[in-house]
């Protein structure tokens, strides 16, 4: 667990319980999420993860190459390649695959959603 939370800078986040503040729709996402290994604190990596993609998308006009995000967030591009999957399966991007791995990112109407959790 501590190498997920060293690689996506997430070491702040505790293993304690979720913040009262946070919504229960964010609970029950983050708690019904399947395709995230690794227990609570890997979710909220994901989703910590997953926001920093949202807003940098949006300043790239919604679309990007996951080759250009990975540079401008200083990480390789396959750590943030387990992100843009579970952002895909939750219908926050749309990806449009490259045979070489520099997949195109897409914003949906519902990545805000992922800013409010």
């Given at each position: 667990m501590g190498d997920i939370k060293e690689k996506f800078?997430?070491?702040?986040i505790s293993g304690g319980s979720i913040s009262r503040a946070a919504s229960?729709?964010?609970r029950d996402d983050i708690a019904s999420s399947p395709d995230i290994r690794g227990g609570r604190e890997a979710k909220l990596a994901f989703v910590t993860v997953g926001k920093r993609i949202v807003r940098l998308l949006a300043?790239?006009?919604?679309?990007?190459?996951?080759?250009?995000?990975?540079?401008?967030?200083?990480?390789?591009?396959?750590?943030?390649?387990?992100?843009?999957?579970w952002m895909a399966k939750s219908y926050y991007i749309r990806v449009e695959p490259d045979t070489y791995g520099?997949?195109?990112m897409q914003l949906t109407g519902r990545a805000k959603?992922?800013?409010e959790k």
């Amino acid at each position: 667990m501590g190498d997920i939370k060293e690689k996506f800078g997430t070491d702040w986040i505790s293993g304690g319980s979720i913040s009262r503040a946070a919504s229960p729709q964010t609970r029950d996402d983050i708690a019904s999420s399947p395709d995230i290994r690794g227990g609570r604190e890997a979710k909220l990596a994901f989703v910590t993860v997953g926001k920093r993609i949202v807003r940098l998308l949006a300043d790239m006009d919604g679309v990007a190459r996951i080759y250009d995000v990975a540079d401008r967030m200083e990480m390789e591009p396959a750590d943030l390649a387990p992100v843009a999957e579970w952002m895909a399966k939750s219908y926050y991007i749309r990806v449009e695959p490259d045979t070489y791995g520099n997949h195109v990112m897409q914003l949906t109407g519902r990545a805000k959603e992922l800013l409010e959790k």
